[in-house]
């Protein structure tokens, strides 16, 4: 099972038991406040899941690794490649 059908089984299941809660649609004699509080969930959910995306890309970029080696490495094959392209004639 790939993570998007993971995703969209989820979804419609939270989805499913949303409607009928909102819409009382099995006649389950909720409370007036069931579905109240029920009605902005999916908006509720929907923030809470920004505010949860905007943490987690903060503390990765806050603990992101800097890799010394693989930039110098990278600033030699650059120079190496320079070089070539100065020996083949093309002026930079």
């Known amino acids: 099972m790939t993570k998007l059908v993971e995703w969209l089984l989820g979804v419609s ?3 499913a ?4 809660v909102s819409f009382d649609l ?6 007036q406040t069931y579905r109240e509080v029920a009605w902005p969930m999916p908006l509720y959910l929907l923030v809470s899941f920004g505010c949860f995306s905007l943490a987690t890309v903060g503390y ?4 992101f690794n800097d ?3 693989a930039a110098k ?3 030699e094959q650059i120079k190496e490649a320079k070089e070539d392209l100065r020996k083949r004639g093309l002026k930079m």
């Open 13 to 15: 299941l939270v989805g």
């Open 17 to 20: 038991a949303w409607a009928l």
């Open 26 to 31: 099995l006649d389950l004699s909720l409370p």
């Open 60 to 63: 990765r970029v806050a603990t």
């Open 67 to 69: 890799c010394d080696e």
């Open 73 to 75: 490495e990278l600033m």
